[in-house]
């Protein structure tokens, strides 16, 4: 199987926000960008940060994905959306599919990951903090082994350290995201990205 596929999830979204999407998206071939955006946020507002990110992440050849703002995934010509639990796939999968990609994260039990895939959403999530703490490591590896082992509805693994990257690529996971640790790498993103990417297998665990 080829070596999973390579996310990258943004941090929140806020005026200001200091982080180097195009550096990143130059560190290596990115398939998919989260972009996170703050629940409270004025649309006007939030679609002046959230146009430019989708362009940069496009013009990569990755797809842009919105969490927090469905009502901007339109506006903002983003290629779909990205929400936090089972519930919230069931609301976003016929609202949006197929012209748009519906992944879900946030996902805290197997039910709930089951009744993700069970609606025919593009990828599942795991490791991801969702409303609360992330998971710890030892959780995300089993959660995706299952997983992989199991369906064919692609799974994502969110690698929120460098070291993470590895032993989340070996699961068999389609693919691994990357998160805070790339924008806070010491040599910029695009070092941090190109360093995670030579820690992934050159092969998907069978």
């Known amino acids: 199987m080829p070596a999973p596929r390579l996310m990258l999830v943004s941090p929140v979204l806020v005026p200001d926000s200091q982080f180097d999407l195009s550096g990143a998206l130059a560190g290596a071939d990115i398939a998919a960008v989260i972009l996170r955006a703050p629940a409270d946020a004025d649309e006007r507002a939030l679609l002046k940060i959230l146009k430019p990110l989708v362009d940069a992440a496009q013009a990569k050849g990755a797809a842009a994905l919105i969490q927090g703002a469905p009502d901007l995934v339109g506006k903002s010509s983003a290629d779909g959306i990205h929400v936090l639990g089972d519930m919230a796939a069931r609301e976003a999968a016929p609202r949006f599919k197929p012209e748009k990609i519906v992944g879900v994260g946030g996902l805290r039990t197997r039910d709930a ?86 820690r992934l297998p050159a092969e998907a665990v069978t």
């Open 113 to 198: 990951a089951m009744s993700a895939g069970e609606i025919n959403v593009d990828y599942v999530l795991f490791g991801d903090p969702g409303a609360g703490e992330a998971p710890p490591l030892d959780a995300t590896l089993e959660r995706l082994q299952w997983w992989a082992e199991i369906f064919t509805t692609p799974c994502v693994g969110l690698a929120e350290t460098l070291d993470a990257v590895a032993p989340i690529g070996a699961t068999g996971a389609d693919f691994v995201a990357f998160g805070d640790f790339v924008w806070a790498h010491a040599s910029g993103a695009q070092d941090g990205v190109r360093q995670a990417a030579l």
